[in-house]
């Protein structure tokens, strides 16, 4: 299936995990809402139109789901908050807190996290950087040609 098929198909839109026999909707970085999010974002600004459909879909995808107990970009509130990063929703505001809550609780606590990006302490800190330091943090996910378009 083309990745255009996918992206019109609604019932591509939430990938499903198996958890003990159930299967469960999942919002995540790499179950689609949360990456296609934050990835649509820029490009919906730039051209609009379908793009920008598919941002507000992918946004509001997230903002349906409660937010999620772990901290990495892939599965947590880390990636989460990246996808919410442009909006003003009840739950970005919420997450921003509940995120410094648990930074501040992690420094105490023996909860090991490896050192990678998308499972790990670094995306967790680019995540606490971006929130704490806003826009100017450049996001190592995506390729920023800075000046491309005024040449």
């Known amino acids: 299936m083309g ?53 507000l879909r992918e946004t509001e995808s997230v903002l349906a789901e409660d937010l999620p107990e772990d901290l ?13 990063f442009n909006t003003d929703s009840p739950a970005f505001v919420e997450g921003k807190e509940v995120l410094k809550n648990c930074l501040s609780a992690l420094v105490d606590s023996d909860l090991c996290l490896s050192d990678g990006f998308m499972v790990g302490r670094a995306g967790v800190l680019f995540a606490a950087s971006k929130i704490l330091l806003g826009a100017d943090v450049g996001n190592p996910l995506f390729c920023e040609l800075k000046g491309y378009c005024n040449e």
Not at 3 to 22: C, P, V
């Open 72 to 84: 990495t970009v892939c599965h947590g509130l880390s990636g989460r908050l990246l996808a919410l």
């Open 3 to 55: 990745i255009a098929k996918s992206l019109y198909d609604d019932a591509q839109q939430k990938w499903r995990r198996s958890a003990k026999g159930n299967l469960l909707n999942m919002s995540a970085w790499c179950h689609g809402s949360e990456g296609g999010s934050e990835s649509l974002q820029p490009i919906a600004e730039l051209i609009g139109g379908t793009a920008h459909h598919f941002y």
